[in-house]
């Protein structure tokens, strides 16, 4: 019987069987002959849906990625350097490397004024596209301010502009966040008024110093808890307006966006994010304390059934012709809830037991605190001094010291956790059950959209073997001798604590006589105290009446 490592080397994304194979693919119809421009092709949902696109519609005459110039890389290199992923293997063997001909960059950025593209290649994308993906945005929840919104805001509104010079334009998708409208508790599919107007705050952004932004940035976002939101919030409105206007758009507000499911690589990921950080920090035994209801739950969805989702609207809105439904929810919390303590219970089995990662500072372990306070104190005495003792060993080895940095990172990262996973929201996703009903079973195959048979531990497992190798380098070949090391930190952590109890015991005994004695000083003390006040009330009750007798 094979391991379950070699299964998932080995893995091929599901075949579509013959008895589904006679009835239409009326989506992949709906991109034959297409250019299509994507914003933020780039990034770990844009890579996955230029996969999907090209895999599934092999028919589409081009894509062009806004790309710009990164660490001494052209945007031709970046292409390049992005189909160099493992992401791709599949779609090449499949439909041979030819296909990614079709992908073309556009030197741009979104950040800068006219997106920085030049007067040719904006006069050929006006000729040529028809569908707009934009999905490019800073993703960092502590992104200064002024940069936040020049490039989720601003860099929006100008992606609007430019698709209103496309002379052949059918549909501009934006890609939200089902995030950006906190002070609501239960969410609909509809517009929700902005915060402020988006132009006034655009304009006051060019203006502006950076470090005079910073200085008013609590003003100015409000009940906002970060910058990621209220810019996200802005750009929703941008879109709307255009809505209004007649442009034909499409808002999908996916919640949070994981790894992926099942195609065509499951658990892969290009980032930490979300839960695949808490639990590469958890593995390595470096999080033992997060402030956090466990019994509250997040909503994530999958990057594979969120790209199903945006390609599946682009379907509905141009070839079902159906223009009402421009404001989607993809999100997974009213069918399947997965609680903050479910993650780390399922995530605490599988890398002490199954998947362990290579280095582990500590066994796994630690837990969730219902109090601000106790996770501070634990804080200082499970993750900062450790950090610190850890770094001088390593520092003494002749080796770089990086626990407290990394510490750093976490704590910074838990500033914007806490706020989500103390906060429960409600995300009504009808539109998505109306195209589920529309779709005809190879659709419903080929662009899943449902979790129907999600089995959430071995998703958690795919998730952190794929961590493990396509982010942290580890290869399988490790595993047994990490399994080996995790058994020697579980013994490790056992005799710790015996002899961190042992030695409080100890110190208990030997202080015994003291702390008896400062106990019964504390008793005599409490008897004096309330000695004096039963003596007050006797004289008051004494006093009392002969004070009334005379009066």
């Known amino acids: 019987m094979a391991s379950f490592e070699e299964g998932f080397l080995n893995y091929k994304p599901p075949v579509l069987p013959d008895e589904l194979s006679n009835l239409p693919d009326r989506v992949s119809e709906t991109f034959i002959g297409k250019t299509i421009f994507i914003t933020g092709g780039s990034g770990f949902l844009g890579k996955v849906l230029v996969e ?101 805001t601003r860099g929006t509104k100008m992606v609007l502009d430019l698709a209103k010079e496309m002379k052949n334009l059918q549909v501009f998708v934006h890609v939200s966040t089902s995030y950006c409208h906190l002070d609501e508790k239960v969410l609909f599919e509809k517009a929700y008024p902005p915060p402020t107007d988006p132009h006034k705050i655009i304009q006051s952004m060019e203006m502006l110093d950076e470090s005079f932004v910073e200085t008013i940035s609590k003003e100015v976002l409000g009940s906002f808890p970060n ?29 949070i966006v994981i790894p992926i499911w099942k195609e065509p690589l499951p658990g892969w990921t290009d980032n930490i994010n979300g839960p695949t950080g808490l639990l590469i920090g958890a593995g390595k035994g470096v999080i033992r304390t997060m402030f956090c209801n466990n019994q509250g739950y997040a909503d994530y969805l999958p990057v594979d059934i969120t790209v199903n989702g945006i390609i599946l609207l682009t379907w509905n ?189 100890w110190t208990l005994f030997k202080w015994s006589d003291t702390i008896i004695a400062i106990g019964l000083l504390l008793l005599n003390l409490i008897r004096l105290f309330f000695k004096s006040i039963f003596s007050t009330i006797s004289s008051d009750a004494t006093v009392g009446p002969i004070l009334n007798k005379e009066l």
């Not at 596209?129 to 993703?139: D, K, L, M, N, S």
């Not at 990621?228 to 919640?255: D, N, W």
């Open 317 to 505: 809105y141009i070839s079902n012709n159906d223009t009402t439904r421009t404001i989607c929810h993809l999100t997974s919390s009213q069918e399947w809830r997965v609680t903050w303590q479910e993650i780390i219970d399922i995530g605490k089995s599988i890398v002490t037991t199954e998947v362990p990662l290579n280095g582990a500072v500590w066994y796994p372990g630690g837990s969730m605190k219902s109090s601000k306070l106790v996770h501070n104190i634990c804080v200082f005495f499970l993750h900062t001094i450790p950090a610190y003792f850890l770094d001088a060993i390593i520092y003494m080895s002749g080796n770089k010291p990086c626990l407290v940095r990394i510490q750093d990172r976490i704590n910074k990262g838990f500033e914007v956790f806490e706020y989500y996973a103390n906060n429960q929201w409600e995300f009504r996703n009808e539109h998505v059950h109306y195209m589920r009903r529309v779709m005809n079973p190879r659709e419903k195959f080929e662009y899943k959209i449902d979790g129907n048979d999600m089995d959430i531990r071995n998703y958690f497992r795919d998730c952190i073997m794929a961590a493990r190798i396509y982010i942290l380098k580890e290869t399988p070949d490790t595993l047994p001798r990490a399994r080996i090391h995790m058994k020697i930190m579980y013994f490790v952590d056992i005799i710790a604590k015996i002899l961190f109890f042992g030695l409080l015991l």
């Open 52 to 152: 999907k696109l090209l895999r599934k519609c092999p028919d589409i005459e081009r894509i062009y990625l806004l790309l710009r110039t990164k660490k001494g890389s052209n945007p031709k290199q970046r292409v390049e350097t992005i189909f160099s992923s493992v992401l791709f293997d599949h779609l090449k063997e499949l439909r041979g490397v030819e296909v990614l001909n079709k992908v073309y960059p556009i030197a741009g950025d979104v950040s800068e004024p006219g997106l920085a593209i030049n007067e040719s290649d904006r006069r050929l994308l006006a000729d040529t596209v028809q569908i707009v993906y934009h999905a490019a945005a800073t993703i960092r929840f502590d992104e200064a301010l002024k940069k936040a919104v020049l490039l989720n």
């Open 227 to 255: 910058s990621y939101a209220f810019t996200k919030c802005l750009s929703e409105h941008l879109v709307v307006e255009q809505i209004e206007a007649g442009m034909p758009c499409i808002i999908a507000r996916p919640s």
